[in-house]
């Protein structure tokens, strides 16, 4: 029938321990190397690996006719797929990712607050405070959002990914950025132009954005040094978000409110131009290592070429 979820990632990274303990006060839920969320199970790996780096990038499909056609659209570009049991894989050589379709159950995830902030203003300070101000529980992600990954070749990466495995583009900011997705959230990847590839950040939905604000906040006691930027709310795709750093230098982004996309017949894609606008309606300004990584040089010295 179709891709419907990003079913999980794995990273590499130089310091595994360092960063494991990282995403487990992050709130993901620790078994070893791997992490899960409190919807989307095992979501999360964390591999060995000289530099840091996105290496896998798992999408679940309905079954095997979803498998035959990703085999069929990536060989028809050239690319070679490896078949295994249940699933298929192929390797971006531009962004450096290994995506795998593999065919898994639809996820039901509960539903997350509807209403806005202010309209939980007006109904709750009616005689009783908010409950968001009462709430004392640490922050577990719902479950994995969205990758972004810089690929030094957008346009052969766009290929692979939307022309290939099959996601559809949501959005796009013109010669800078495309948003794309495998389920209803409005972007479960989105590929950045960028020097070299990289993993710029994983994003991880949680409940509302005082969970937003909540998380963020707890994560920086101590470490005043893992804030990157936030709070603030994003234009295209208009989740909250707060961006922190992890121990091999990857952001992670608590987000909540993004835009759903339910009918891709009724949502119509934006083909933005590159200024500010297209990134924010409103936060912080943009510090300059979410333009470009501040560990450029020592990721060039990966890729030479
Ligand atoms: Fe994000």
Redo the contacts with the bound molecule.
């Keep these: 029938m179709a891709l419907h979820r990003l079913a999980s990632i794995t990273i590499g990274v130089p310091n595994v321990e360092d960063t494991c303990v990282y995403y487990s006060e992050f709130g993901l839920i620790r078994d070893g190397e791997t992490f899960s969320t409190r919807d989307g199970g095992e979501q999360l790996r964390i591999v060995d690996s000289p530099y840091r780096r996105l290496f896998e990038f798992c999408v679940g499909a309905d079954d095997t006719d979803d498998l035959e056609r990703v085999t069929e659209r990536l060989n028809r570009l050239g690319v070679s797929v490896t078949h295994e049991a249940a699933c298929v894989s192929a390797v971006d050589i531009h962004s450096g990712a290994r995506v795998v379709v593999r065919v898994l159950p639809r996820s039901a995830p509960r539903p997350v607050s509807t209403a806005s902030p202010s309209d939980s203003h007006i109904v709750e300070q009616q005689n009783d405070r908010a409950v968001a101000v009462l709430r004392e529980e640490s922050i577990h992600p719902r479950k994995l959002g969205?990758v972004?990954l810089g690929t030094p070749n957008a346009e052969a990466s766009r290929r692979f990914f939307v022309d290939g495995v099959g996601l559809k583009v949501s959005d796009e900011v013109r010669g800078a950025a495309i948003f794309l997705r495998c389920s209803t959230d409005h972007h479960n990847l989105?590929l950045q132009t960028s020097a070299v590839p990289f993993l710029h950040?994983t994003?991880w939905q949680v409940d509302d954005v005082d969970e937003v604000g909540r998380g963020a906040t707890c994560m920086l006691k101590g470490h005043p040094e893992r804030h990157v930027w936030g709070l603030g709310r994003?234009f295209i795709?208009s989740?909250f978000?707060w961006y922190l750093r992890d121990p091999a230098g990857n952001f992670s982004?608590y987000?909540s409110d993004m835009d759903d996309i339910t009918d891709g017949e009724i949502w119509t894609p934006g083909s933005w131009e590159p200024t500010l606008r297209a990134l924010y309606a409103w936060g912080p300004d943009i510090p300059p290592s979410m333009l470009e990584p501040e560990d450029l040089a020592h990721l060039m010295a990966f890729h030479p070429n």
């Design positions: 969205h972004v989105l950040h994003a994003h795709g989740n978000f982004e987000y």
